[in-house]
């Protein structure tokens, strides 16, 4: 299917009618909904209340139990320990149930990254804390000259650590390989005992395997009480030549084709998957670790049978650029220990987050393939890469944990039009991967059903709420509604407090502000555009930028939000001055008056008008 422009247009109208059918049917066909106004607000308001009550209590109980789990099963130890004379290995005065370190591998996926923020990342990952050396691979979305800068820093960080400039996706090759031959769609054949990197790639700094050993004295800490060193191995699809893969004591930089995120992804886990490894742990180029975060992530993956993945703890390290930035990291803090930590506690994560999470390799090898060839809408999935991996993982009945112990920091933007795109991409995401989540529901917690469900409806309920009362000139119920929104922000500010102790949580409530003016329109623009898959991140090249900054590129991509806060302070504006003048409220947009038990007319919109549009008919 070509989604030419017409379409494009047909479809984002449609969606756009959509939002108004609540208002056609009140005030143009006078469809009568219902008479029990009260119970229609009484119901949402308190399975709300509930939803969030429980949220509470199942993030607790996942820190209780997690806390609870490290008590009772230590950290792994090495699977390289010395061996005694009788060869066993000396675990005399270890836990009985202490168990040997999970074979991992880390993959850093990035295009044209700020350089800054790249070599913070490797440098976080030098500072990684593992009982073994885990493999490193590093994929450069890209092999253009500008792509070369990131290749430099990575050199710079592992010196004498090769780089490889590949011709093709290897995403291309297993797609191709498996339409050829659907029986047999492993085409890799991985060759052993080589002792020299000999290939036809283009490649900076290839070193045999003595300069290797040599250079890794001064690598990473996570290379550090190295094995033997290990001979090279190969894979290659046939009619190409072979690709070198990471050993324990030399990290490998590939470059190839710029094909997005995904692509990226898929050559990273299957040359890891390759080499060797049991888990992979995944990650972006904007990302600073935590030293302790690997072997708590690791941890976290035996905490319960038939886990697949887990997913940690990411935090803001710019918080203090702008007001923005500080507001995300508050709100980042209670996506992952109020909403993802819930989910964990009925071990339904719906998405593992992409700056850090961990999965077993016979997991991803089960879904690899059906993961990279996502489609909707007839286009290729460019976006929500990481959250359909989540999916994919669920939809096979696998379970996927949070852990708070794991933590790293990753960067927000600090402009309100970056913010407002990166949040438009997310929600693109969060509506088109609904669909999946519908297939694995059954497999899973009821709890991941209530959350999906939640999530999805209640932007909308809150639209219905703001037009109605913006512009229906009833200050009482606005006042009412926004009480009600500050005093749910309220109560995840007090048990943020209580759990952090940090006084900086006691100013969330502002983050209703950005919520409403940003949050709400991204969310409606996202089901509008959802035919569109560009990426919608910031510039990451000079070039880039330059083109980024150009004003009419600006106020096509402020349009939406622009006249959406326009809709909402014209309606502030409108309930305000006809509030202080005193204008009749009995307009063509208000409810006519309800009566009182006295028998008194009362001028109040009824309570059904903060869920939908009021209906005339209702009240004659």
Known sequence: MHWTFPLKLLYSIFVSCIFVVPAVIGYAIHLRITKQAFWVLGVYGTVVFCFLVLQLIFATLNRVLLRRHRQK??????????????GEQQLSQQPKNVRCATKIGLAVVGYREEPALFAQCLESIQRLSYPDPFKIVVVVDGKDQEDHEMASIYEKAFPGHPVVVLPYLMSEKATSNRTQEAGNDEKKIPVEDDQTMTTHFEEKDCQDNNNSRSSSSSSPSSMKELPPEEPTKYIFYPGDDPVPLPTSSRAVCYLQPHRGKRHAMYTAFRILMAAGCDAIMSTDSDTKFDSQALIELERALYWYPNVGAAAGDVRIWNSGDS????????????AFNIERAAQSFNRCVTCVSGPMGLYKSDVIAELLDDWIVQRFLGQECTYGDDRHLTNRVLLRGYRVVYTHYAFCETETPTNFLRWFKQQTRWSKSFYREILWNALSIHKHSPWMAAELFYQGIYPFVLLFSIFFILWTHAPFVLAVWIVSLVATAFIKTVYSFIVTRSPRFLVFPVYGGYYLLGLVPAKLWALVSLWDVGWGTSARSASERKS????????????PVVVWILVVFAGIAYNLTAFFLKIDSRSPLSPRPSIGSSGNSIDVPAPDSIIFYPNPNIYS
């Open 73 to 86: 099963h230590p950290p792994p130890v090495s699977a390289s320990e010395p061996k005694r004379q009788d």
């Open 323 to 334: 007001l923005l930035s500080f507001m995300s990291s508050l709100r980042y803090w209670m």
């Open 548 to 559: 980024e900054s150009r004003v009419w590129l600006q106020i096509k991509e402020a349009l």
